[in-house]
């Protein structure tokens, strides 16, 4: 269904800016493509002496600002097009926050819930050493995505530098801190969403802890980003991860709810609420909806239940383009994902560039730094939307793809 195609959707944002911005059809045919593709066979020895084969990809959208950069997830519905759209849409988020990087994604078709952790090791041993050659601290350099994390980072940098017989530490970000990870990039992207929050609240003129808040996921975006909010003193009413979601319109203790999921597995062992489905969350009576999951959540099946004033984009491409004219139709302000969760990988740019500088900031430095790019990021994607009379997501597109074109244009065509 080309509704849920994610390349689909992503290509169709690309023409819509293109469109709108009188795009260079040539620079416009170099950007519909993805610059690099590489599918690899990545066979691996189970625990139980059998072998099984994993397919992985690694695809590099566009290096014209800087090396790519993006994340590897392991999911089993990975498919080529998904890490396709997904390289795309980083070019675009490091556009829009003006990091010098292009844009790249990788994936393994794999349940890592299903594999033991020697397993995960030899997966991401033998997946980096099938893409090495395209990747390095100045060509292609990955981060964490859905499923994978700081420990499996530390193995792509390790599986990297004894292949070139020294560490590494720029080829990875995400890493933990002992071999040169950045103080506070584990929680960059919800801090990246919740200033993207902040900033749409004083824009609109509303009370910061007025707002009642449903965030859909529980990860490293949706459960960090419950627990920072909860601390500034905002309500949360509705959180889900996998298994499904919990209610409660007084408001959550969503440190209390990350104990019930260390406990039990899943949010809804939280048992101060009420329980409800994922889809049930999306169309809950609150103010800001925060989809901090995966892609295609809010179709044209359930767009038109959504009863949020706010929507900011948490995950990637929660919102099919279908949905996405529903509810603008109805009013909604949203925040589209290639601003709202840049701010991992802004803290990733930072993680690089004190890797490769082997100089190592405070927290308090990282998230003043991450801060200032959000925010100016928010400035200029408002100002454009005001001055073209067009939405946050047009605006955030006529950014980042003007910038992306006008280094193309500018490098000029080799040969
Ligand atoms: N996977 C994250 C994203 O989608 C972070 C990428 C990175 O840090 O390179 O933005």
Redesign the pocket.
């Known amino acids: 269904m080309r509704e849920f195609n994610p390349w689909y959707m992503a290509l169709k944002h690309l023409d819509e800016v293109a469109e709108k911005i009188n795009l260079d059809p040539n620079i416009h045919n170099i950007l519909k493509k993805p610059k690099r593709i590489l599918t690899v066979s990545i066979p691996i020895r189970m625990d139980d002496g059998r072998i099984e084969v994993f397919t992985g990809f690694r695809v590099q959208h566009n290096i014209t600002r800087g090396p790519a950069?993006?994340?590897i997830r392991y999911h089993p519905q990975v498919t080529l097009d998904e890490i396709k759209a997904?390289a795309m849409l980083?070019t675009w988020?490091c556009a829009v926050v003006g990091i010098p990087y292009g844009g790249a994604k990788g994936g393994i078709i794999c349940d890592p819930k299903r594999l033991s952790s020697g397993e995960i090791e030899r997966l991401t041993r033998r997946y980096i050493s099938e893409i090495i050659s395209i990747i390095g601290p100045e060509k292609d350099?990955p981060?964490?995505?859905i499923n994978t994390n700081p420990q499996i980072m530390a193995w792509i940098m390790d599986t990297y530098s004894m292949d070139k017989g020294y560490s590494v530490p720029g080829v990875v970000?995400?890493k933990p801190i002992s071999i040169g990870g950045s103080l506070g990039r584990n929680t960059a992207?919800a801090r990246g969403v919740m200033f993207a929050l902040m900033n749409t609240i004083k824009k609109l003129n509303l009370n910061f802890s007025q707002q009642k808040i449903a965030i859909q996921g529980f990860g490293n975006v949706g459960g960090n980003l419950a627990r920072i909010l909860q601390k500034e003193n905002c309500k949360i009413i509705a959180v889900s991860d996998i298994k499904g979601g919990i209610y409660n319109p007084k408001g959550l203790d969503c440190f209390k709810v990350s104990e019930a999921l260390e406990k039990t597995g899943s949010v809804t062992g939280f048992n101060n609420g009420e329980q409800i489905t994922n889809k049930e969350l999306l169309s809950l009576n609150c103010d800001i909806l925060v989809p901090a999951a995966i892609e295609n959540q809010i179709t044209k099946e359930n767009a038109d239940k959504v009863r949020a004033k706010i929507i900011i984009e948490a995950a990637?491409a929660p919102i099919t383009p279908e949905a996405d004219k529903i509810l603008n139709e109805k009013g909604i302000f949203i925040v589209p994902d290639i601003l709202a969760?840049?701010g991992?990988?802004t803290v990733?740019y930072f993680e690089w560039v004190q890797g490769l500088q082997s100089y190592f900031w405070t927290e308090r430095e990282v998230n003043l730094k991450l801060r200032d790019i959000m925010e100016k990021a928010f400035e200029n994607v408002w100002r454009i939307s005001q001055e073209r009379k067009v939405d946050m997501r047009m605006a955030a597109y006529i950014l980042a793809v003007s910038r992306v074109a006008e280094a193309t244009r500018i490098r000029g065509l080799y040969p």
């Open positions: 950069k993006g994340g997904l980083m988020k350099i981060a964490p995505d970000t995400g992207t990637n969760n840049a991992g990988v990733s």
